[in-house]
């Protein structure tokens, strides 16, 4: 194994929701990047965990996140021939939020043309094994078939989604024994929907649930929506992995296995026993299993649930984090709580995305220091894409003025994000 060694301002640890978004923003403020992505593409949950439908960039009220974030969405909705949606124009009946959905072959090209674009680096099938500091400087070792890489970085980002360089440091973590369920992208298509009748598929959904033909979580939503919402989806986001934890490669493997599992099951139960599904086909299945939380971090603020209810205005905040309360369980399935106000917008601050008792290193994504209920709120893809720009202009930032990025103001922080199109906090 040959060791290459690396200097840079900026890592990225990790290119996924989060990462890809932060790793563009600080290279577009002129510093050195890189980011190291254990997978083979970017973006993450939205790409290769298949849950391409980044919300929410617009509430009700207007514009949540833009930014980076809205300006890859649309141009790759602009390459797929597609209108950008008019958000204003949507009824919010069932949701106060709009989803987006994204081609992802297309998102994934064009963010890593920008990306490129920008100066960055990008090391894909690379996994951090060690980080110690060494000076001014972190010194990262990760380790790829044939290479073991050292990079020298100014600033980490851990956008892992899992904690991993808070956790190599001997940070705080925070992890519950019971999380919420994990989930397994795929999409059974050409259902001929024209012949299902709610009613009817509902009650041969339940004979299949009693007689152990399916199992529980084999369908995610059983307490708040019927069996015909999976078929209306070709199976889309309808899939529970419980006890997922894909924060070591034992535990990606397995919610893997499970997924797949489940995968099959629902394609042969659903073609032997829905009329109208006889000629379906199951046309898509992504590469990995995804968590919805496994290690979050301990900041050196913990945002709660009354944070996220009531809209607290941090005289830190740093992005808006716009969304409903959304949590999976094994019990029951889902339960999402709406704010009762939609004017209210719960923030982000600074503090929960700085490990507590650290310097130089800040997080970005669903492992942001919230407890867990909170965190059903704030684990939203366009909030992760939001919180990924505001850590990677204060790395930047910290860069430029060599200082730590803890030290970094949160009005330049946001005024360099707006400068790069986001929306003011």
């Not at 833009?66 to 790759?76: A, D, N, Q, R, V």
């Not at 024994?177 to 959904?205: A, D, T």
């Not at 084999?218 to 894909?246: A, C, Q, R, V």
């Amino acid at each position: 194994m040959k060791t290459v060694r690396e200097t840079v301002d900026v890592l990225v640890a990790g290119g996924g929701t989060a990462g890809h978004i932060a790793a563009l923003q600080a290279a577009r403020a002129g510093v050195k990047t890189a980011v190291i992505e254990a997978g083979s593409m970017l973006a993450g949950t939205m790409t290769a965990g298949g849950v391409n439908m980044p919300n929410h960039f617009y509430s009700t009220m207007g514009p949540v996140v833009l930014g980076i974030p809205w300006e890859l969405y649309t141009k790759s909705k602009e390459i797929e021939g597609l209108p950008i949606p008019d958000y204003t124009k949507r009824r919010p009946v069932e949701s106060p939020g709009y989803y987006s959905y994204i081609n992802v072959p297309i998102y994934v090209a064009v963010a890593e043309e920008e990306v490129v674009r920008a100066g960055a680096i990008i090391h894909y099938h690379e996994f951090i094994s060690d980080v110690k500091a060494v000076g001014d400087f972190w010194e990262v070792t990760s380790l790829g078939r044939g290479i073991q890489r050292v990079t020298r970085a100014r600033e980490i980002i851990d956008a892992s989604g899992d904690s991993d360089v808070v956790r190599i440091l001997g940070l705080g973590v925070m992890r519950d024994e019971v999380r919420q369920p994990g989930s397994y992208q795929y999409k059974i298509e050409g259902i001929e929907h024209e012949q299902i009748w709610e009613g009817e598929v509902q009650k041969i959904y339940e004979e299949a649930m009693e007689s152990g033909e399916l199992q529980k979580g084999d369908f995610s939503y059983p307490n708040i929506l019927p069996f015909k919402y999976y078929l209306d989806h070709g199976g889309h986001n309808g899939t529970h992995i419980y006890n997922s934890d894909t924060s070591d490669v034992n535990g990606q493997t397995a919610a893997n296995l499970e997924g797949r599992a489940r995968m099959l099951r629902m394609f042969q139960f659903v073609t032997s026993s829905i009329p109208g599904c006889e000629r379906a086909v199951l046309k898509t299945m992504y590469p990995r299993a995804v968590a919805r939380e496994t290690y979050r971090t301990e900041g050196e603020y913990i945002i709660t649930k009354d944070d996220f209810m009531q809209a607290t205005d941090f005289d830190d905040k740093i992005c808006n984090a716009f969304n409903y309360i959304d949590m999976h369980s094994e019990a029951r399935g889902c339960d999402v709580t709406f704010h009762d106000d939609q004017t209210l917008l719960p923030k982000v601050p600074f503090r929960a995305l700085i490990p507590k008792g650290s310097a130089r290193i800040t997080v970005a994504g669903r492992i942001v220091s919230a407890q867990r209920v909170a965190l059903g709120g704030i684990r939203a893809q366009c909030v992760c894409m939001a919180m990924g720009q505001a850590m990677g202009a204060a790395a930047a930032l910290a860069v430029q003025r060599k200082v730590p990025s803890r030290e970094i103001s949160t009005k330049d922080i946001i005024a360099l994000t707006v400068e790069h199109g986001a929306v003011p906090v």
